[in-house]
């Protein structure tokens, strides 16, 4: 005799889940603009960074400015995905911000600062997508 058990999800629990998806949607977005303009700041001035001239990850500053002016449109744009919860957005956005990181990492000698408050905000962002199951989302929705 098999018996199936239905899940019910305090109301409490479901708000923690829209408003964590809330949090990484919004979060994502002000994370892309700003990469946006670092990488427009970077295109247009290259003195604006520090050069470090021994850096195994030696890329042209305005490549690099290239590379974070592309990563953070395609994060704004995967954060709009983000304020429909589409599951799509969700698993683009850990992907997006994982790739964020890493740019963020490999650019720590020309903007160090910038460059490690950017990579916490992508691990808040990346925590924030994966903690909230698909169900809890769907279901704040209804």
Same mark, same amino acid.
């Given at each position: 005799? =098999? ?21 990484? =949607? ?117």
């Amino acid at each position: 005799m =098999a018996t199936t058990a239905t899940h019910q999800r305090s109301p409490g629990t479901l708000a923690a889940a829209a408003g964590l998806t809330v949090f990484a =949607a919004v979060m994502l977005f002000i994370s892309g603009f700003l990469d946006i303009f670092r990488g427009i700041m970077a295109i247009a001035n290259d003195d604006v960074f520090v050069n470090t001239p021994n850096y195994v990850f030696k890329f042209d500053l305005t490549s690099w400015g290239w590379i974070h002016l592309a990563l953070g449109a395609v994060a704004v744009i995967v954060s709009l995905g983000l304020f429909t919860t589409a599951t799509w957005a969700r698993v683009a956005g850990v992907g997006i911000a994982s790739l964020l990181i890493v740019a963020n990492f490999l650019s720590v000698p020309y903007y160090p600062f910038w460059s490690l408050t950017l990579i916490a905000m992508f691990g808040f962002i990346i925590w924030a997508l994966c903690v909230v199951r698909r169900d809890d989302v769907t279901d704040q929705r209804m």
